[in-house]
């Protein structure tokens, strides 16, 4: 079956980065681009960008330019999301999201299991 | 970006009841809703996309309706597994965007 293995939950400070991995299995990883979206505590769901696997393409929200970078290995069917220069407002649970195999159709299933990152000094 | 405006943020009703949570969009989305359910500690789920079909495995007592900038998403008879947070979300313009939530809660 399909399944999205995220890495664990991490704890930074404020100004450092963090990079999750998102591991896909049960399909064909470069066939179908993959999604990042995070949930600060309590809050609704944010979508981030995307990532072409098999090109390598990306697509950002603006709100992330600059400080994102979403890249794969096609080798290991992993997906990476980077997030820099971090501040108390990202923290939030990352999720990585498949899209769905209905062509141009951005919606997400399945979705990792979700990786905490705490930013606290 | 397009809002999505979901209510009522709370919903409270009894097993057995019939449920219905309202999205509406800041501008129209023509038919490219989604609707998620998330439980407590767990992934959202994919309910429904396109505004009314139905995803993989999901059963047929979840329902969509709507187009252009208002949308439903009718559960017919709660289960006692449905009390859990629902989300809907657009794909019709960039950046894509979700509602903020309607909590559904055993009254």
């Not at chain 1, 990202?90 to 979705?111: E, L, Q, R, S």
Request: proline share 5%.
């Amino acid at each position: 079956q399909v399944q999205l293995v995220q890495s664990g939950a991490e704890v930074k400070k404020p100004g450092a980065s963090v990079k999750v991995s998102c591991k896909a299995s049960g399909y064909t990883f470069t066939a179908y681009y993959m999604h990042w979206v995070r949930q600060a505590p309590g809050q609704g769901l944010e979508w981030m960008g995307r990532i072409n696997p098999n090109s390598g393409g990306t697509n950002y929200a603006q709100k992330f330019q600059g400080r994102v970078t979403m890249t794969r290995d096609t080798s290991i069917s992993t997906a990476y999301m980077e997030l820099t220069r971090l501040t108390s407002d990202d923290t939030a649970v990352y999720y990585c999201a498949k899209n769905i195999a209905v062509p141009g159709a951005h919606w997400f299933d399945p979705w990792g299991q979700g990786t905490l990152v705490t930013v606290s000094s | 970006e397009i809002v999505l405006t979901q209510s009522p943020a709370t919903l409270s009703l009894s097993p057995g009841e019939r449920a219905t949570l309202s999205c509406r969009a800041s501008q129209s989305v023509s038919g490219y809703l989604a609707w998620y359910q998330e439980k407590p500690g767990q992934a959202p789920r994919l309910l429904i996309y396109d505004a009314s079909n139905r995803a993989t495995g999901i059963p047929a007592r979840f329902s969509g309706s709507g187009s252009g900038t208002d949308f439903t998403l009718t559960i017919s008879s709660l289960e006692p597994e449905d009390f859990a947070v629902y989300y809907c979300q657009q794909r019709s313009d960039w950046p894509l965007t979700f509602g903020g939530g309607t909590k559904v809660e055993i009254k």
